[in-house]
């Protein structure tokens, strides 16, 4: 998603194109500064952990 503005690197510290997952309460639970080698893995395990506290074992 485009922000209007432009001012979402800057409120939440990433760059362009860094990514932050937002809990419902406005909590920055995840951030990412740029893309990574694995990036849906990487936000599954986050989404995992934060859900339930467990998070399925990294691929390799």
Sequence with gaps: MR?????FPQ?????????VLVRPYGFAAWRADAP???DESTLRRTHALLLDGTAPAARA
Excluded at 3 to 7: F, G, I, L, Q, S
Excluded at 11 to 19: D, I, R
Aim: aromatic share 6%.
């Design 36 to 38: 990574g080698p694995d």
């Design 3 to 7: 922000e209007a503005t432009d001012r």
């Design 11 to 19: 409120t939440y510290g990433v760059k362009p194109a860094g990514a």
